[in-house]
Each structure stands twice: as structure tokens, then as C-alpha cells.
């Protein structure tokens, strides 16, 4: 299995930009797809946005389309969320995980998560 470390939290204010890292160990990287969730206080972790295998394909949460762009660097085990245009409600941990792949723009067969960042978002 691939192990996932996430780096990149931070405190910003409403409107800011921040960019998140997600480190994975191990030469299988590239064979799975790849994911961010989050989890705000008091709500269940919720699925925010994924890629495929080589990054040709993306899928995002209604709630995050047009702000927050996922990518991957196969040939340096990386995967990045950039987040524009934050909001106070996207104040929550983000968690990277690792999947066998995406299905109705989910997520799926997940086997690996990052052990998640803070963002926090003032208004």
C-alpha cells in the first residue's frame, strides 16, 4: 500500500489561496487514483474532489467547482489541491486518499488516507 502525507495547512482569510501537498511513498503512486476530502467540525467527512491514475480525468464536489483545481506529479509521487476564493465553510481537515478508482465522480475502493491538514478560513 501507499503511504499518504499531506502538508500545506494554514490560516487565511476569506478569499485567500493556499495549496495543499500530499506525499506518497512507495513505487505505486501512479497506479492509483487519487483524491482529497475534507472534514468540518461536526460533520461527516465528505468527498471534495478526485483524478485519475495519470491525471487525465477529474472530477469535483459542486461546492468546489471553479475554485479548487486537483493535480498530480506521477514522476515525484505528489498530489496537489490548489484552493482559490476560500470561504469561511471550507474551514475543515483535508484528508488525501487513494483509490483503485472513480465512479459517479467518486472515489472509490479507497486503501489508503494521509493522516490530514488544517485549513482554516476566516471571514
Known amino acids: 500500500q501507499v503511504q499518504l502525507v ?5 490560516l487565511v482569510h476569506a478569499g485567500g489561496s493556499l495549496r495543499l501537498s500530499c506525499a506518497a511513498s512507495g513505487r505505486t503512486f501512479s497506479s492509483y487514483a487519487m483524491g482529497w476530502f475534507r ?13 485519475s491514475r495519470s491525471g487525465g480525468y477529474t472530477y469535483y464536489a459542486d461546492s468546489v467547482k471553479g ?9 515525484k509521487n505528489t498530489l496537489y489541491l490548489q484552493i ?12 488525501c486518499a487513494a483509490g483503485l478508482g472513480v465512479n459517479q ?9 494521509g493522516q490530514g491538514t488544517q485549513v482554516t478560513v476566516s471571514s
Open 67 to 75: 475554485r479548487f483545481t486537483i493535480s498530480r506529479d506521477n514522476a
Open 39 to 51: 472534514q468540518a467540525p461536526g460533520k461527516e467527512r465528505e468527498f471534495v474532489t478526485g483524478i
Open 6 to 10: 499531506e502538508s500545506g495547512e494554514g
Open 105 to 113: 465522480g467518486v472515489l472509490i475502493g479507497l486503501r489508503s488516507w
Open 84 to 95: 482559490n476564493s476560500l470561504k469561511p465553510e471550507d474551514t475543515a481537515v483535508y484528508y
